[in-house]
């Protein structure tokens, strides 16, 4: 049996339940058993100290790339589970880009089975929306939620057909789950490298417009009103899909979003020198996208943050931009952007942050977790909000290294992290940890 | 402190060049064929200025050249920064008496590079070399046919040779213990 | 003053004005030498230059070649297949290769942009980049800008307008920077679809019409017009680029002065240029190939050394 965990006069802050006050929180049985101020001291229980730290349901990143099966040298379910839990994460969802696809049961279940194994974070499936991704004939999605996947998404290219997507959409109502769309208009993007702008234009490299991310948002935003059905667009880039989604959630639509850290930190001008790790899709775009990006954060119209973690080999990334895969790791520095991006300039209340980093993706994907409440999951981050610290990727959990923000100072950080009432990491131990895989 | 001592002034340079122009023409036997070579950038200057004083001498149309040796020098692979290459305008050398013009003849580098630029241009009869100043320390077995003044020098010292064309004033010029 | 190229040319964008006005002053006397009996000059000699195509091109690699062997160093041409990772060895590989082989300088065209960068960042050996994806081709620009110095005997205040495929056009971008820094206007002229979007930034005129083109500059500098152009969709034929865009001297007859007419070759006759300009009076077309040795023989002196000896222009210190 798991020893219960007392978290020690932390600030908890939890917006699924307003609550935001210094207390303490019991955990037992893997669930939380209550928050307050006289919870006395079982005997057996771990005490973890968090006066002057935040306590926060545990961080929850919809969007995540674990490269298992089929690229077990540059990340598994276990090395990238361990890296989200390094990073705060309590939960992360696998996208279904592996080799071979996560587009039938089987490989559903080899993902949970994985997960289990590693016993870190939770790693949620999401199934593929068409067999193979190809676009072309539906997957399983009855079969697929039953094995355990949470979403369905061909993430990693685009839904091309509209009546593909419309269909998905449609289907998906059956089983309550929101169908998540990489929005790119394929013939627009074809052979780009970069958003297309004026560095682009200067180094020479074929363009991405920001209308190929909104031409798809639009018609996303069309299916979703037609048919009823729950859209969750990916990692949001422009200011001009922020705008489309705006409009969209005024209507009331079913529709979601999230947007990465890399898009509300960096512009296209990262891609100078033809930084390879700056390279990733949707492109870093202008500062006005940036900008927008924030703006959608603080006003709700994006839902959540998640990372797009995408691992790759260094050979992968040391060659010719063109050549280059698209992508970065994220888990291990997103809180850290976050904070210091969005919650250190005023952005962004720490309210705000854990409702957009937890509460919110729990909810739109309907997950364990997202809240303190008695009896929920007890899965928990103790984030120390003013930490400061450089990010060094040699110290990574993840078993990638494709950063920009190799060598940047970022303030706070995630100090302990546990799942169902386990710690499976502490910042204080760290090294003492051997990084899985 | 370096000291400036005069080794010609203005009518001392302007007898000793006199003097070479005529002994130019002797050792040439004549102006029939005859080319002066000035060296970038005083032996242009000083070249022409004997061509003048040739043509002015003997009616003739001394047939002139300047020529560029930074490309032939010796230390190019080792010297650091590169030299800014001069213009080399030469007119045929075959068959003909060639008089290399430089204004100080010191390690011999200078001519040894000369004479192989000059080897590309054509085969002269014969070349002669000119020069204003001799102030040994030669490095290669290289001699001048016909000299204005010789002046014996430590390494550490310095000649500047001054021609009112680029520089305002004749003169010559010893520069000590820099 | 002094200037120097340091160690790599990679494009005309991080030069200075200064260094490229020391590249086109250093190709003045190199011009020479490719008139002389002897057509050789030992200031190279005992360098080993890899000239590594991954893009076949006769011309730019006859050019250098020429330049090199001018200059007295050994050379060898590499031409490599293709530059996809799909064809075995990684550029990175193929740097490490050539580093190991102790080389002294490398000229590299390769169709992904940046490639010359990369190269340079991870060998000690000198890079050139005779043009890299749709970057830059800066011995191109070079060349061009030496031409049109020799003929107005100035850049500054010069209007020059390139005309055609901006968009995929590394001598256009190379073009640009290196006339804009020596004080020319450049405008650019083409079908919207092949105009960079944000052209405008780079500090050039956009002239809508190739009429406006021919009003409005000194000199044109009409690029190639690739064929593939039309299988991609950004034109709809050859034929309709000529009767819109082509320069033909019915066009230019209704310029108010001559223009003076360049192309970096090879030339599609009869689509963006007609015969009869291409070989008419103003054209500098051969000019510009000639010019185009002298542009790499001084790259090549300048870089294989560090910043220029200014002092030569002092006193009679040698003999």
Redesign the interface.
């Known amino acids: 049996m798991t020893r219960p965990i007392l978290v020690l006069g932390g600030r908890v802050v939890d917006p699924s339940r307003g609550t935001d006050e210094v207390t303490d929180l019991l955990l037992a049985g893997g669930k939380v058993e209550a928050l307050g101020r006289d919870l006395g001291r079982p005997d057996e229980a771990v005490l973890v100290e968090a006066a002057g730290k935040v306590v926060a349901p545990g961080l929850i990143d919809l969007h995540v790339h674990l490269r298992e099966p089929g690229q077990e040298d540059v990340e598994t379910v276990a090395s990238g589970a361990m890296a989200a839990a390094a990073g705060g994460f309590s939960a992360v969802c696998a996208m279904p880009n592996t080799d071979p696809v996560t587009d039938n049961q089987a490989a559903i279940g080899f993902i949970v089975s994985q997960a289990q194994r590693a016993g870190k974070a939770r790693v949620y499936p999401i199934g593929a929306i068409s067999l193979g991704q190809n676009g072309q004939q539906l997957a399983e999605f009855g079969e697929l939620v039953g094995a355990g996947a949470v979403a369905v998404s061909d993430d990693g290219r685009p839904v091309v057909s509209s009546h593909l997507m419309r269909t998905a959409l449609e289907y998906a109502r059956t089983f309550g789950i929101p169908v998540a769309d990489h929005c790119e208009d394929p013939t627009l993007a074809a052979g780009g490298a970069m958003h297309?702008?004026?560095v682009?234009?200067?180094?020479?490299?074929?363009?991405i417009?920001a209308a190929a991310e909104e031409i798809m948002v639009a018609r996303d935003i069309l299916l979703a009103e037609h048919t009823g059905g729950h859209v969750h667009l990916c990692h949001i880039s422009t200011r001009g899909s922020v705008e489309l989604i705006r409009r969209a959630k005024e209507k009331g639509l079913r529709v979601t979003a999230e947007a990465c850290p890399h898009h509300f930190t960096l512009t296209h001008e990262a891609c100078e020198?033809?930084n390879t790790n700056a390279k990733m899709n949707p492109p870093l775009r202008e500062p006005e996208d940036r900008e927008a990006i924030r703006q959608g954060l603080r006003d709700g119209t994006i839902d959540c943050i998640c990372t797009d973690h995408a691992p790759h080999h260094y050979?992968a990334k040391?060659?010719?931009?063109?050549?280059a895969p698209n992508g970065i790791i994220g888990l291990e520095t997103a809180l850290g952007l976050a904070i210091t991006e969005l919650v250190q300039p005023g952005l962004l209340s720490l309210n705000d942050l854990v409702n957009r980093m937890s509460v919110m993706p729990a909810r739109i994907f309907n997950l364990t977790g997202g809240t303190l409440a008695p009896g929920a999951a007890g899965d928990v981050v103790v984030i120390d909000p003013e930490a400061a610290w450089v990010v060094r990727p040699e110290e990574f959990y993840s078993k990638s290294r494709n950063t920009p923000f190799a060598g940047r100072e970022l303030r706070g950080r995630a100090e302990v992290t546990i799942v169902r009432g386990q710690v499976v990491f502490e910042h204080a131990r760290r090294g003492s940890v051997a990084p899985a895989g | 402190m370096p000291t400036r001592t005069s080794l010609l002034d203005e009518r001392a340079l302007t007898r000793t060049l006199a003097r070479m122009a005529t002994e130019i023409v002797e050792r040439a036997h004549g102006t029939e064929g005859l080319v002066l070579v000035g060296i970038q950038r005083r032996g242009v200057e000083l070249a022409d200025r004997l061509k003048r004083l040739i043509d002015q001498a003997e009616g003739s149309q001394v047939a002139f050249g300047k020529l560029d040796i930074t490309l032939y020098r010796d230390d190019l692979q080792t010297v650091g920064p590169r030299p800014v290459v001069g213009e080399t305008r030469l007119p045929n050398l075959d068959g003909k008496n060639v008089v290399i013009v430089d204004d100080v003849l010191y390690t011999g580098r200078t001519i040894r590079a000369a004479l192989d630029e000059c080897a590309d241009f054509g085969r002269p009869r014969r070349i002669l070399l000119c020069v204003l100043i001799d102030r040994g320390g030669r490095e290669l077995p290289i001699q001048a046919d016909i000299v204005g003044i010789t002046a014996s020098t430590s390494p550490g010292d310095r000649v500047d040779v001054l021609v009112t064309e680029l520089d305002g004033r004749d003169a010559v010029e010893l520069v000590r213990g820099t | 003053m002094t200037a120097s190229l340091g160690k790599d040319l990679v494009g005309l964008?991080p030069l200075s004005a200064e260094q490229i006005q020391l590249i086109l002053d250093t190709a003045e006397p190199f011009k020479e030498v490719s008139e002389r009996p002897i057509k050789k000059v030992p200031a190279l000699r005992g360098k080993t230059i890899v000239n590594l195509f991954f893009e076949a091109s006769t011309r730019t690699r006859i050019s250098f070649e020429f330049a090199e062997k001018r200059l007295s160093a050994d050379t060898v041409n590499v031409a490599a297949a293709g530059?996809?990772?799909s064809k075995g060895e990684?550029?990175?590989d193929t740097a490490r290769n050539l580093e190991a082989m102790r080389i002294d300088m490398v000229v590299i065209r390769?169709g992904?942009?940046?490639?010359a960068?990369?190269l340079g960042q991870r060998i000690r050996s000198n890079v050139i980049n005779a043009g890299?994806?749709?970057?830059?081709h800066p011995t191109q620009g070079l060349l061009d800008m030496l031409t049109l110095r020799d003929r107005f005997k100035r850049l500054r205040g010069l209007k020059v307008a390139i005309c055609g495929d901006i968009l995929h056009s590394?001598v256009a971008?190379s073009n640009i920077w290196g006339l804009t820094k020596l004080g020319a206007e450049v405008g650019v002229c083409g079908p919207a679809s092949l105009l960079?979007?944000?052209?405008h930034?780079?500090g050039v005129t956009i002239l809508p019409r190739i009429e406006d083109a021919i009003q409005w500059a000194d000199a044109l500098n009409i690029l190639r017009l690739q064929l593939e152009r039309m299988q991609s969709g950004f034109l709809p034929s050859l034929r309709e680029y000529n009767r819109v865009f082509g320069v033909t001297s019915e066009r230019l007859s209704k310029a108010p002065k001559d223009l003076l007419i360049l192309h970096p070759g090879p030339m599609n006759r009869g689509v963006e240029i007609d015969s009869d300009v291409a070989d008419g009076p103003h054209s500098v077309i051969l000019p510009q190939v000639t010019n185009g040795v002298a542009i790499r023989m001084a790259v090549l002196y300048l870089l294989a050394g560090g910043s220029p000896d200014w002092a030569g222009q002092g006193g009679g210190v040698d003999g």
């Open positions: 297309e702008g004026l682009s234009t200067r180094l020479g490299l074929k363009g417009p020198g033809y050979d040391e060659r010719e931009f063109d050549d | 964008e530059s996809s990772v990684t550029l990175v390769h992904a942009s940046g490639a960068q990369f890299d994806g749709k970057h830059e590394r971008r960079p979007r944000n052209v930034q780079l």
